[in-house]
């Protein structure tokens, strides 16, 4: 299976959002409790960001929970870096914490005012955000991507057009 740029050659576990309560904690960790109820960022950003130029566009060098190579969080136990642990307040169950993907909807205002709504990437949240337009009521939602497959997909759920992207620079210019 090929993911981006990456070719996946073994097992591995998959999974972004992810929310639980902790079970056990390192001797160093001081932020967290067993017992706590937390979730945390699938984002694996080191402590000194190292920036990476492609193209001639810088790139934050990272890595992400449940891409390859990077096992995820669909499993019954995980290890994830304390500072990307966040407790949770009373009032957000478990279940709520892992909505992050529908948190990129809210702030767009979404309404059947709106003339058209364009998403950039077909991906799981993407497809989560069409979903969430189609429901607040956008009349015309267009998707693009690089992957035909995930632009088929989004025709296919509920998109009304969809635009193939390149990721060569040099094709993008002379469009």
Same mark, same amino acid.
């Given at each position: 299976?090929? &993911?981006?740029?990456?070719? =996946?050659?073994?097992?591995?576990?998959?999974?972004?959002?992810?929310?639980?309560?902790?079970?056990?904690?390192?001797?160093?960790?001081?932020?967290?409790?067993?017992?706590?109820?937390?979730?945390?960022?699938? =984002? $694996?950003?080191?402590?000194?960001?190292? *920036?990476?130029? &492609?193209?001639?566009?810088?790139?934050?060098?990272?890595? *992400?929970?449940? @891409?390859?190579?990077?096992?995820? /969080? $669909?499993?019954?136990?995980?290890?994830?870096?304390?500072?990307?642990?966040?407790?949770?307040?009373?009032?957000?169950?478990?279940?709520?914490?892992?909505?992050?993907?529908?948190?990129? =909807? /809210?702030?767009?205002?979404?309404?059947?005012?709106?003339?058209?709504? $364009?998403? *950039?990437?077909?991906?799981?949240?993407?497809?989560?955000?069409?979903?969430?337009?189609?429901?607040?009521?956008?009349?015309?939602?267009?998707?693009?991507? =690089?992957?035909?497959?995930?632009?088929?997909?989004?025709?296919?759920? @509920?998109?009304?057009?969809?635009?193939?992207?390149?990721?060569?620079?040099?094709?993008?210019?002379?469009?």
């Amino acid at each position: 299976m090929q &993911v981006a740029d990456f070719i =996946v050659k073994k097992r591995m576990v998959i999974g972004h959002e992810c929310a639980g309560v902790i079970k056990d904690i390192g001797s160093t960790v001081k932020s967290l409790a067993v017992g706590d109820r937390v979730a945390w960022s699938p =984002v $694996l950003v080191a402590k000194v960001v190292i *920036f990476v130029k &492609v193209e001639g566009i810088a790139y934050a060098k990272m890595k *992400f929970f449940g @891409s390859p190579p990077t096992n995820g /969080s $669909l499993a019954n136990q995980v290890v994830h870096p304390e500072n990307l642990v966040f407790k949770l307040p009373d009032k957000v169950s478990l279940e709520g914490a892992i909505c992050e993907p529908l948190s990129v =909807v /809210s702030p767009c205002h979404v309404t059947p005012n709106n003339k058209v709504v $364009l998403i *950039f990437a077909a991906g799981p949240i993407g497809l989560v955000t069409m979903l969430a337009a189609c429901t607040f009521g956008a009349p015309k939602i267009i998707i693009a991507d =690089v992957d035909d497959c995930r632009l088929s997909y989004a025709k296919n759920l @509920s998109a009304d057009g969809t635009i193939q992207v390149s990721t060569n620079m040099q094709v993008m210019r002379k469009q």
